[in-house]
């Protein structure tokens, strides 16, 4: 490969950028806003800035949903963005590791090489890498040699349960269940109890704090509408009450990895019992959810270092390290 070499890891929420030629990551909202239908007003982090509070003329969105592409020419635009930017505005040949949905059809799979090849980028070689894979490594496993990981990862939209087993992928379960129905659940318990409606931001800050309001023995003060007198007020929300509101969440991701559990080949389980759970994703931060998971499975629960970095960190190995080149593979473009 040259040396001019991009990792990416598209995330619903979040996408993450490996770039060589500075040894980097960049971490951005994967969120676009469009003016009057097709003019490009925003994009990444300043996108999400202006998220519930632009007029009716910015159309803000995710380009991705539950981690497969759907809307692909904005998807594109991102892609050549953040590109662009990280090559000092003037893009030169680049290779590209992206990293794919492990629970994925090969035709989703193979959209995010169309996307790379696609997105105006210069790309000269493209390759593709399994999410838990990449996952494992960026965690310092020995994804090669080891014999029976169990990765979890909690993203946004999606959590992916996978088994790994020699570089490869045995067992492998992807639920639409994420951080953003942790803050739905916590908005609408607010909006029963209190009367109250708050915004997404508001209920993701909730929930991001919530280790912090309980150590400090106080409740989550947020903002909000009062739906009977249809003003803004400021309540001081229990954290019980969050804690409650995500409780069915956390149980339904630990009962699907029981399930995979269950499904494990015994000469893995063996592995997995000594080593334990490895646990990912930005949301897999929540409070308490670490600690169920270990409880309700009776296996130690190792936490990511960077929850939110570990697929691109992984990639960044793959990229930097001979020894992982192999784990990355191409597939054919789809005709066009
Ligand atoms: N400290 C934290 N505590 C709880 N949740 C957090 C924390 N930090 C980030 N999150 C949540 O993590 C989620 C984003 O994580 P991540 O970037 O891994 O998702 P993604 O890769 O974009 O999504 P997906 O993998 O589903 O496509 C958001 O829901 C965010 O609120
Ligand atoms: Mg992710």
Redesign the pocket.
Known sequence: MANNIFGI????????IYNLATDSVL?EK?MIAIENKNTLFAYGNSAYEMYEKAPANIHISYP?N??VIADIKKMEMLIRQFISDLSGGTLKPADFVIAVPTDATEVEKRAFYDLVRDAGVKAKKIMVVEKAVADGLGMDIDVKNSQGVLVV????????ISILSLGGIVLSKLIKV???K??EAIRSAVQRSFSLVIGAKTA?NV??Q?GDFESAGTGAVVYGRDIVKGLPVEREIPTKLALEAMDNHFRNIIDNVKVILERTPPELGADIYRHGIYLT???????HFAEMMSNETGLKVNIAQN??ES?VLGISKIIKDDNYKSIAYSIEGSSK
């Open positions: 890891d598209l995330g619903t929420n979040n996408i993450k971490i994967n991705l539950n981690g990862n909690v993203g946004y939209e999606t959590t992916e994420g951080g953003f942790f803050d993701e929930k991001i919530l994703g930005g949301a897999s931060s929540v409070a929850p939110m697929v």
